[in-house]
């Protein structure tokens, strides 16, 4: 992976911190320094919303940098990933519209905060195994900036 520079390495830097913290999971203070700095940075080739997205991928991707990754690992296996963490995400939505339910939309108490950040990680695990098919497909060039060939 190549070197972060700028706010980037900011971000990167908050990854540490909220690792070393011990917050290896969904945290409101992980989440919320993620998008407030994906805000700030006002890239005007990226939503902020799309760049908070990425950056939680990839705090999501590094809490297995222990792992080998995924450039030697056959589509199939990711494939399959795909539709275990797609059924997890479904039944965190689910869960989220229970613990809301009664309330909505004037519930916002700690159980809903909680079932939301967990269907969102779920999200974030979903598209990290799209990214991973797409870049073993060679759709990504090494930039990671899109389809190569779009």
Known sequence: MGEWRGEEAEIAAVY???LEAGLTGPSDRMLATLIARARAERRPDVRPEVLAFALLMEAKLREHDDRPGWKDTHTD???DRLVEERRELRCALNKLERVKAPYFPFRQDSAVKEAAREAAWEAVDVANFAMMIAD???????SGEGPADA
């Open 16 to 18: 540490r911190e909220a």
């Open 136 to 142: 073993n497909l060679g759709a990504l060039d090494e």
């Open 77 to 79: 296996v990711f494939m």
